[in-house]
DNA sequence: TAGTGGTCTAGACCACCGT
DNA sequence: CGGTGGTCTAGACCACTAA
């Protein structure tokens, strides 16, 4: 059952160091959330009970089940909709549709959320048209450098999705996608073909794998011989290589991606704050 | 004086579009503080008020006061430290001082903050060891587009610092740093060559001026000759091109840089959340 | 020990949303 | 209208820091 220890008490944190770590009442009732939505007793796009109930539930005030969402929703991984409840985040709301998408045309404006970045998917979504294109989707045993990143045994099972993006006809990101084989059964090059929308709503919707954070690596590189065909630029020009592993739940790695980009007009962009 | 309306009355916000902005009070409170910041009565480093004290001096209460600190120190403008007080945020401090630096050497560990990254100036510290050295640091009429970035008249003076970043002995960073001329009176080379510590805790320190966030846009670009020689790599060879606008204290932009990197050992770091 | 930030509570009222 | 999140208050107690 879910019960709560009044004085400062274990969370799930796990403490990384010495003994274990002991964290206030929010952080606990912060961690029996965080349950509800892996478990998946909340699912994308659901509301959770309203916070009343909540510290009803968990046997504390409204105020600490609050600031317990404050923090979940400072990680996106919930959003508050004044009078009508909290929902569980999904890729497929606008809002953050595109939060891991970070390269614009050089002609939009700065800003962070400022309406109309690229388009994700076929069709366009604020301005600019950005098309997706499967080269490949096909199924093989984990390169040892694969499976590192994804935290799987080397020769496991994974899916390589290779897609192309073009912006305005012009081959734009080349990406090369790693995902682990367990998780995503019954993915195809069809099931993406008759997808329209961002990848990460397809994941979600459909395999259960919700991605809540990624860290990426920029690199620039030469245009090997094979890629500057694929794009259509010189052999040995600059591309923009972003590589990015993707985390569900608890850490979870459970994507590896690598873009090759044209820049000529577009940028990665990013605020530090 | 310093004077709070208690309904929900209009803020320092300025509102962009129609009418007038109205805010809660906790933010009126924001804006007083973020003005306390601005004119300088709090310098970086230094304490601000306690808690009950400013909740005493605005007539609120003390839990209203934390609401608006809060979100200041999400936005790293002040610092909270327990038992101690709230200070206000430094680019001399070590826990800071590194957070619009994100290039890394590819050796290093993945996550946010994981202790060691390069270091800024000379010296090391962490672990990895990166030499600045100034090329050269003069004063001229601000190009139209640098003049754009940094909202000047075209024309307007403007320093422009160039410096090389080396990594055990090896050319990695070459910077180019235009700043406008009326903020950074006395700076030259000299100036720069006799600080020892990042390049923005002497902005903040010797010409209180303090940047507080900023946007970049990264590509991919080819070495032109002159860069190549300086870089000591192969004309044509591919460089991560970094374009950087720094912001103080009221969205006004004072610093654009350009940082050329080598990429082979190293990478730009970005965590998406 | 005194002062600071950090947590937790309980209750009041407001703003917004759907019905 | 009832239910939701959003704001504001007042007060109690805890944890940490420095003198």
Same mark, same amino acid.
């Given at each position: 059952?879910?019960?709560?220890?009044?004085?400062?008490?274990?969370?799930?944190?796990?403490?990384?160091?010495?003994?274990?770590?002991?964290?206030?009442?929010?952080?606990?009732?912060?961690?029996?959330?965080?349950?509800?939505?892996?478990?998946?007793?909340?699912?994308?796009?659901?509301?959770?009970?309203?916070?009343?109930?909540?510290?009803?539930?968990?046997?504390?005030?409204?105020?600490?089940?609050?600031?317990?969402?404050?923090?979940? =929703?400072?990680?996106?991984?919930?959003?508050?909709?004044?009078?009508?409840?909290?929902?569980?985040?999904?890729?497929?709301?606008?809002?953050?549709?595109?939060?891991?998408?970070?390269?614009?045309?050089?002609?939009?404006?700065?800003?962070?959320?400022?309406?109309?970045?690229?388009?994700?998917?076929?069709?366009?979504?604020?301005?600019?048209?950005?098309?997706?294109?499967?080269?490949?989707?096909?199924?093989?045993?984990?390169?040892?450098?694969?499976?590192?990143?994804?935290?799987?045994?080397?020769?496991? =099972?994974?899916?390589?999705?290779?897609?192309?993006?073009?912006?305005?006809?012009?081959?734009?990101?080349?990406?090369?996608?790693?995902?682990?084989?367990?998780?995503?059964?019954?993915?195809?090059?069809?099931?993406?073909?008759?997808?329209?929308?961002?990848?990460?709503?397809?994941?979600?919707?459909?395999?259960?794998?919700?991605?809540?954070?990624?860290?990426?690596?920029?690199?620039?590189?030469?245009?090997?011989?094979?890629?500057?065909?694929?794009?259509?630029?010189?052999?040995?020009?600059?591309?923009?290589?972003?590589?990015?592993?993707?985390?569900?739940?608890?850490?979870?790695?459970?994507?590896?991606?690598?873009?090759?980009?044209?820049?000529?007009?577009?940028?990665?962009?990013?605020?530090?704050?």
């Amino acid at each position: 059952m879910n019960e709560v220890t009044k004085p400062t008490a274990a969370a799930g944190d796990a403490g990384a160091g010495g003994g274990p770590t002991f964290a206030p009442l929010y952080r606990q009732i912060r961690a029996l959330i965080l349950q509800g939505l892996q478990s998946g007793e909340w699912k994308p796009g659901e509301a959770i009970p309203s916070e009343v109930e909540l510290a009803a539930r968990y046997r504390v005030s409204q105020g600490t089940v609050r600031k317990a969402i404050d923090e979940l =929703a400072a990680e996106h991984l919930l959003v508050r909709r004044q009078g009508r409840g909290t929902f569980v985040a999904s890729h497929r709301e606008v809002r953050t549709q595109f939060r891991f998408l970070r390269l614009r045309p050089d002609d939009a404006p700065a800003g962070e959320d400022t309406a109309a970045p690229a388009a994700a998917a076929q069709g366009d979504a604020g301005g600019m048209t950005m098309t997706s294109r499967v080269l490949e989707c096909r199924r093989l045993r984990a390169p040892s450098e694969v499976a590192r990143a994804l935290a799987l045994r080397a020769g496991e =099972a994974v899916v390589l999705i290779r897609r192309l993006l073009q912006a305005e006809g012009r081959p734009t990101v080349l990406d090369e996608i790693w995902l682990p084989g367990s998780r995503f059964r019954g993915l195809s090059a069809e099931r993406l073909d008759a997808w329209h929308g961002p990848m990460y709503a397809l994941f979600e919707t459909e395999f259960g794998t919700r991605m809540i954070r990624a860290d990426e690596r920029l690199k620039a590189v030469a245009a090997t011989r094979s890629l500057a065909r694929e794009m259509r630029v010189a052999e040995g020009s600059p591309l923009l290589l972003v590589e990015r592993v993707s985390y569900t739940y608890g850490e979870q790695p459970v994507e590896l991606r690598r873009g090759y980009c044209v820049t000529d007009q577009h940028h990665y962009f990013n605020r530090l704050n």
